[in-house]
């Protein structure tokens, strides 16, 4: 590996190291799972696409369902996550996709 290479390399892990310090930092308030107490580990959760609805059977109900991400394979959403090992418990925050404009409003 030349020097090139290395010094890209290094930047790339340092843009990833700024990324997820950006994309948890208000995440990492939550010292604790809400719901038993446990542990949280950091994460991602990876979406190919998906859609929010107030209610369990949006679908049904054309009004209440919105794309929440951009559809595609190739270039999945990726929210920065909690998850609590002890009963399983997750939350995410979409910000961070919100400003890259992969998430629609």
């Known amino acids: 590996m030349n020097e090139k290479e290395r010094k890209?390399?290094?930047d790339h892990i340092e843009k990833d190291r700024e990324?997820?310090?950006?994309d948890f930092f208000d995440l990492s308030k939550i010292k604790k799972c809400p719901r038993c107490g446990g542990?949280?580990?950091e994460g991602y959760i990876v979406i190919n696409a998906s859609t929010w609805s107030e209610n369990?059977?949006?679908?049904?109900?054309a009004g209440l369902k919105k794309p929440l991400t951009k559809p595609g394979v190739l270039n999945p959403?990726?929210?920065?996550?909690?998850?609590?090992?002890?009963?399983?418990?997750?939350t995410f925050d979409y910000t961070s996709e919100?400003?890259?404009?992969?998430?629609?409003?």
């Open 8 to 10: 890209e390399i290094e």
């Open 77 to 90: 959403s990726q929210f920065p996550a909690l998850r609590c090992r002890k009963c399983h418990f997750v």
């Open 98 to 105: 919100v400003e890259r404009g992969t998430v629609k409003e």
């Open 39 to 41: 542990e949280f580990d």
């Open 19 to 22: 990324e997820h310090e950006r």
């Open 56 to 61: 369990r059977f949006g679908w049904v109900y």
